[in-house]
């Protein structure tokens, strides 16, 4: 069974780096699909952040692009989210993901992580 | 961006009633389009994906259908377990985009 796992701070300060890693059993991050991270925030909305493939390439939201960084660690079958210079309104739960491939549709997020929130303050 | 237009951003309905939730894309997204039920404290479980297809062990009064650059996502009869938010997410080109959910609740 493919499961996926959030871990990190849950509070961050304005201004600081968010640094998230998700753990990944059941399934190589390097034999396919996209890993994503997705957020929400208070009020429901869903952010898509990005992703990084199977084979490593990265593909980032521009509304975050100057701050985005997703990398991996395919030795502990990982992968990571780094968000840099924080405000209050990254306050959010975060979420990775796998991009799906279901009847030639790919990267529709088929298994998730339960999220772990994050709240930036001072 | 591909903006999802998502309605209505909440609703109440009785056991038993159809319920219809739609989303409109800003652009031809043809069939790359999925729901997904969110439940409190819980992350998103799909529902269905190519605007059509149920994903599997979904019950089967779930459905979906599409209209041109309008997707449905339609509840034949409202049970308790199907309270939550509902989302669209459109996957045909990054950056992929979510609908802003409906909260669906029992009446």
């Known amino acids: 069974e493919i499961q996926l796992q959030e871990s990190g701070p849950g509070l961050v300060k304005p201004s600081q780096s968010l640094s998230l890693t998700c753990s990944v059993t059941g399934y190589t991050i390097t034999s396919g699909y996209d890993w994503s991270w997705i957020r929400k925030f208070p009020g429901n909305k869903m952010e898509w952040m990005g992703y990084i493939s199977y084979s490593g390439s990265t593909n980032y939201n521009p509304s975050l692009k100057s701050r985005i960084s997703i990398t991996r660690d395919t030795s502990k079958n990982q992968f990571f989210l780094q968000l840099n210079s924080v405000t209050t309104e990254d306050t959010a739960t975060y979420y990775c993901?796998?991009?799906?491939?279901?009847?030639?549709?790919?990267?529709?997020?088929?298994?998730w992580g339960q999220g772990v929130m994050v709240t930036v303050s001072s | 961006d591909i903006q999802m237009t998502q309605s209505p951003a909440s609703l109440s309905a009785s056991l038993d009633e159809i319920v219809t939730i739609t989303c409109q894309a800003s652009l031809d997204i043809g069939n790359w389009l999925a729901w997904y039920q969110q439940k409190p404290g819980k992350s998103p479980q799909l529902l269905i994906y190519?605007?059509?297809s149920l994903a599997d062990g979904v019950p089967s009064r779930f459905s979906g259908s599409r209209s041109g650059t309008q997707y449905s996502l339609k509840i034949s009869k409202l049970q308790v377990e199907d309270t939550g938010i509902y989302y669209c997410?459109?996957?045909?080109?990054?950056?992929?985009?979510f609908g802003a959910g409906t909260k669906l609740e029992l009446k």
């Open positions: 190519g605007a059509t």
């Open positions: 997410l459109q996957h045909y080109s990054a950056p992929y985009t």
């Open positions: 993901a796998r991009g799906g491939y279901y009847d030639g549709y790919y990267g529709l997020f088929d298994y």
